[in-house]
């Protein structure tokens, strides 16, 4: 009963479609505020945010090389950690509140709802297990606007 109230709870604090589960919330506290997804060059990136304008700090931020790929349908489903092509890994999570922490995907994928296309709206979720601390889970689903920046 008492682990259902603090579930609904954590639910009720974070914005709709947004959430972060998994045992990674054992080591880090994942409270946010915002969810932001911005292309950025040859990236996705999204961002789970402390306080209504992001000043908090970013309780998770997730990067993923998407250069090479063509997000159509939501069939679409990315190894984040595959190769790429270049020397740059497919993702990067860090955590970013005093200091930027890297976490690190031993094992994940991410898929998109819609295409995450710059200035539509889009929806998807993340599945990972963490290299550090080391076989953590970490999952998200996310929905914004996706912001070119």
């Known amino acids: 009963m008492r682990s259902c109230f603090l579930f609904l709870l954590l639910a009720a604090c974070a914005p709709p479609g947004n959430q972060i589960t998994g045992s990674i919330t054992e080591v880090y506290p994942m409270d946010f505020d915002l969810v932001t997804i ?4 040859d990236y996705l990136v999204i961002e789970y945010l402390k306080g209504a304008d992001g000043a908090g700090g970013k309780v998770a931020k997730l990067s993923v090389y998407v250069a090479d790929k063509a997000i159509t349908t939501s069939e679409n489903t990315i190894d984040l950690v595959e190769a ?3 020397t740059s890994p497919r993702s990067t999570l860090q955590r970013v509140i005093q200091g930027t922490v890297d976490i690190g995907v031993k094992v994940g994928n991410i898929k998109f709802d819609t295409p995450p296309d710059v200035g539509a709206k889009t929806t998807g979720h993340f599945h990972v297990t963490t290299a550090m601390p080391d076989g953590r889970t970490f999952n998200g689903d996310f929905q914004a606007t996706v912001q070119q920046k």
């Open 38 to 41: 911005s292309r950025i060059e």
């Open 84 to 86: 790429t092509g270049n």
